[in-house]
């Protein structure tokens, strides 16, 4: 992917080298949690405890990490053009403290109705395993507040090119899950103080490096700003709600699987998910700045080119990653895992689950462009109606499969409709912006599209 970026990487050769040499620390971190994870749990009983336990609030960072990162980061250019340094950062402390009342009060909220939501969102747990995974979110919608806040900062960073920071804060995030495994006896719950405390770590750290930085201060608390925050991202909030309900519902479909289902379709995806992350890493750092700074000044030309090339070898890794993962990935299972608890059974489980995910990571590889397309020429309705479809599809497909399949079915009804979103978000942008995607229609771009861009 970096081939493509030839001339263009070179005037910042050392930043993009330093961010991949982060991504690879970051990689490293995750690896070795998910080693240590899976020698102490395995895929059983416990490890889907935990996992059903911080479902709930695993989904609101996801949709807040998408959300709140994407308005901090608007909202930062427009407030510090508008109002100056000194008053933006004063107004940032003010919605922090406002996000932190806020996410307190739901903590309180989901910490006290624990029981209800582990048996709405996971009803096919054993009542053991049940018990378990209520204490668990009662310990981990602790971290409520800590999650929301980090989304927030994370954005806020990042607006101001602090990416080592953010990235490490990341890796803060969650490297301190294990922790309190190597302390106390290993169980579901000490797993989830070890949630909080990570959570905790990476909030502490982005707060002080924002306070450093001087891009946040004292100010008053102020709920209309951070409403008026929040709206500036309405379609990332809307796009990473309805992407993430998918997962949470294939979460509550796996409940209902003997023992070991959740973990093993988690360890499936995680695998997946580093090797997408690794192969759209170039693309998901810089796609988005060029293909904004051409078009603010009207080089369509010059943006579809560059975009065109990213398809192109997008193309050709999506074909790499496929191939590699069925082929190799029993052997990277076995490598990352195969030790402790995770037994061969357990391997033979998340290979199974990793290979259904291709569908999902193809998808995923096409739709990081196809999101970075969207954002370019702020298109927050097609962003919209791609999680649209993508729910949809997997609602009509995933009870089916399920039934006829067991947890194979869950994993092939993700990949369907994840193919299924990407098809029709390509198919939305292509429509709206060929020049994009085609060399042919560089002059063919729609009316509509015309008015986005200028």
């Not at 050392?14 to 990689?27: D, E, I, R």
């Not at 193919?419 to 912006?433: D, N, R």
């Amino acid at each position: 992917m970096l081939l493509c970026f030839q001339g263009i990487i070179s005037k910042s050769g050392w930043v993009h080298l330093g961010l991949t040499a982060l991504w690879l620390f970051q990689t490293s971190i995750s690896f070795l949690i998910q080693v240590i994870l899976a020698a102490y749990f395995g895929v059983g009983a416990e490890f889907d405890a935990y996992l059903a336990g911080t479902m709930i609030p695993s989904t609101i960072y996801m949709i807040t990490y998408t959300g709140l990162g994407a308005s901090a980061t608007v909202y930062f250019y427009r407030e510090k053009v508008q109002c100056g340094e000194t008053e933006t950062s004063k107004k940032f402390g003010g919605i922090i403290v406002a996000i932190c009342g806020i996410s307190v009060l739901g903590a309180i909220f989901i910490g006290l109705l624990a029981g209800q939501f582990v048996q709405l969102s996971a009803p096919g747990l054993e009542f053991s395993v049940q018990q378990h995974a209520i204490k668990c979110l009662e310990i981990s919608s602790l971290s409520l507040p800590f999650v929301t806040i980090f989304s927030f900062l994370n954005g806020l960073l990042q607006a101001d090119k602090r990416f080592y920071a953010s990235g490490l804060g990341s890796s803060i995030f969650v490297g301190f899950v294990p922790l309190p495994i190597f302390i106390w006896e290993a169980s579901p719950e000490v797993l989830a103080w070890g949630y909080d405390l990570s959570s905790a770590l990476g909030c502490t750290f982005l707060l002080a490096m924002a306070y450093w930085r001087k891009l946040v201060r004292l100010g008053k608390v102020s709920f209309p700003e951070l409403k008026n925050a929040v709206l500036l991202a309405v379609p990332a909030f809307g796009a990473a709600s309805l992407t993430h309900s998918v997962w949470f519902l294939e979460r509550t479909f796996a409940s209902s699987l003997p023992a070991g289902g959740i973990s093993a379709l988690s360890y499936g995806q995680r695998i997946v998910n580093v090797v997408a992350n690794g192969m759209t890493f170039a693309t998901s750092t810089t796609l988005l700045s060029y293909l904004s700074n051409w078009l603010a000044k009207g080089e369509r030309d010059q943006a579809g080119v560059f975009n065109r090339q990213v398809m192109a070898w997008t193309t050709i890794l999506a074909l790499i990653g496929t191939c590699g993962i069925l082929i190799f990935g029993e052997s990277l299972i076995r490598l990352v895992f195969a030790r402790g608890h995770f037994d061969d059974t357990a391997v033979e489980l998340t290979t199974i689950a990793a290979r259904l995910y291709l569908g999902t990571f193809v998808a995923y590889l096409f739709t990081v462009v196809l999101g970075r397309n969207a954002l370019a020429v702020n298109e927050g309705r097609v962003m919209i109606s791609s999680g649209i479809a993508f729910l949809v599809a997997y609602l009509l497909t995933a009870p089916l499969l399920q039934q006829i399949l067991s947890m194979r079915g869950l994993a092939i009804a993700a990949s369907i409709a994840s193919l299924f979103s990407a098809i029709c978000y390509f198919w939305a942008m292509y429509k709206k912006y060929p020049f994009l995607y085609v060399a042919f229609a560089r002059t063919v771009t729609k009316q509509s599209g015309m008015e986005v861009l200028r």
